[in-house]
């Protein structure tokens, strides 16, 4: 991560330092591998590092873990999971190998969504059985039960073997009773935004991005309390605001200019939006050559851009996930490295942007685990988050990441 001003690094220690001691998590799910700690290699029954996690409309937690076997040179493999809030894991489709070993359901499964119908939907990274690398990964859905899994696409390099590899974001639910995310690209076209139909399966392109010769490489997307979207074109230079109407099928884009500092060092938008309990748009912004991350805030038609101070300083790692604004009226968020390289849970104001509270309960004999990858809030106004790696496990086996569960006071969703 990239930072900014001394006054800035000292807020945030003294932040650090004021609220780590504050409500701490508990493991309610270890992932657990056969084989030596300290190697970390071995087979992983029920899935390795956790990278995504939902609560359904039953009030149960469904995710993904990406690996199904730790080894020397790579993992792979992966599973999708059912987890009762007692802490009951049940593996409801592995990836496998395949005769040929190139993943032919997919490989490495991402993010998760809940369809209008009560399906799983989610994409894996790699695999599916194309011809280049053994595949661009497969978008899939499967029911809660783990039955009627369905491969609603397989991505390809689109004839050549040495593009960009296409990578779907995690598909929102419309209020039209549709899916939608989008694809980036090495264009052209830029990048793509794309529907699901829960009741057929049926994938459609609904539009394609053209941003002149620069990558569009389009963030996920936002629903809008009136049914439409809005997603920056993360690649582009200037920042692009762009507004989809599905019903329509209407696009509009806005430059959203970021400042330059010392008229050297350009800021650029690093996550996706958000919206705020003001109805305007949040996300993460960075400053190029130097270290931290901190929130912005844009009116949805690209007006009134302001830039907060940093709120971390911490360099290295890579870029949270985003925001997510939580029953208090405040944004929290999983930051997968932190401020001691392990992982932090932060709490911003979306007032000024501010670090209201820092917890560091993750470490390498931690039981929750180190480097948390996703934060949600449940119904009941507890949060929940998976980590990636470590947590505690028996003699003769490694923990690979923890699902666990936090209580920090807030009221219910």
């Known amino acids: 991560m990239k930072g900014k001003l001394p006054f800035v690094m000292f807020f945030a220690v003294l932040a ?26 071995g087979p992983c029954p ?6 995504a996690l939902i609560q359904g409309s039953d009030g149960n937690f469904y995710g993904a873990a990406q690996v199904s076997v730790e080894e020397d040179a790579a993992t792979a493999g992966g599973v999708v999971f059912s987890l009762t809030p007692g802490g009951t894991l049940t593996v409801l489709h592995a990836f496998v190998p395949g005769p040929d070993k190139n993943y032919p359901d997919g490989n490495r499964p991402g993010t998760l969504t809940q369809g209008p119908d009560g399906k799983l939907y989610g994409y894996t990274t790699s695999g599916g059985g194309d011809v280049c690398n053994g595949g661009y990964g497969v978008l899939y859905r499967v029911n809660t039960d783990g039955s009627g899994f369905q491969i609603i696409r397989r991505f390809s390099s689109e004839g050549t073997c040495g593009g960009v590899r296409p990578t ?7 209020t039209d009773g549709n ?8 264009g052209p076209p830029y990048g793509s935004i794309f529907k699901v139909t829960p009741s057929t399966g049926a994938y459609e392109i609904v539009l394609n991005f053209n941003f002149s010769t620069d ?3 389009p963030s996920g997307l936002t629903l809008a309390p009136d049914g439409t979207f809005y997603g920056l074109a993360l690649g582009s230079k200037p920042a692009l605001l762009f507004h989809y109407t599905p019903a329509t099928g209407d696009l509009t884009t806005v430059v959203v200019n970021f400042p330059v500092f010392n008229s050297l060092l350009p800021s650029a938008p690093a996550s996706g939006l958000v919206f705020g309990p003001n109805g305007n748009l949040y996300g993460l912004y960075q400053i190029y050559a130097e270290s931290g991350i901190g929130i912005f805030e844009v009116a949805p038609d690209g007006s009134n851009l302001q830039l ?10 890579g870029i ?3 925001l997510m604004l939580a029953s208090d009226g405040n944004f929290w968020m999983a930051d997968y490295n932190g401020s001691d390289a392990y992982g932090d849970i932060v709490a911003l104001s979306p007032t000024d942007g501010t670090l209201l509270q820092t917890l560091t309960p993750f470490s390498s004999s931690s039981s929750v685990g180190a480097y948390p990858e996703v934060l949600i809030q449940a119904k009941d106004g507890t949060l929940w988050g998976s980590t990636y790696e470590l947590g505690r496990a ?20």
């Open 16 to 41: 650090s330092s004021a609220y780590g001691a504050g409500p701490q998590p508990d493991a309610v799910y270890t992932f657990t591998c056969s084989g030596n700690k300290s190697q970390r290699v």
């Open 46 to 51: 029920n899935g390795g590092s956790p990278v």
């Open 168 to 174: 779907p974001t995690a598909m929102v639910a419309g």
């Open 179 to 186: 899916l939608y995310g989008t694809i980036d690209g090495n």
């Open 215 to 217: 990558e569009g490489d």
């Open 308 to 317: 907060f101070p940093f709120y971390s300083t911490i360099a290295g790692g």
């Open 320 to 322: 949270p996930d985003g």
């Open 394 to 413: 028996s003699k003769g086996h490694f923990a690979d990441g923890t699902v666990f569960s936090l209580n920090a006071g807030l009221p219910p969703r």
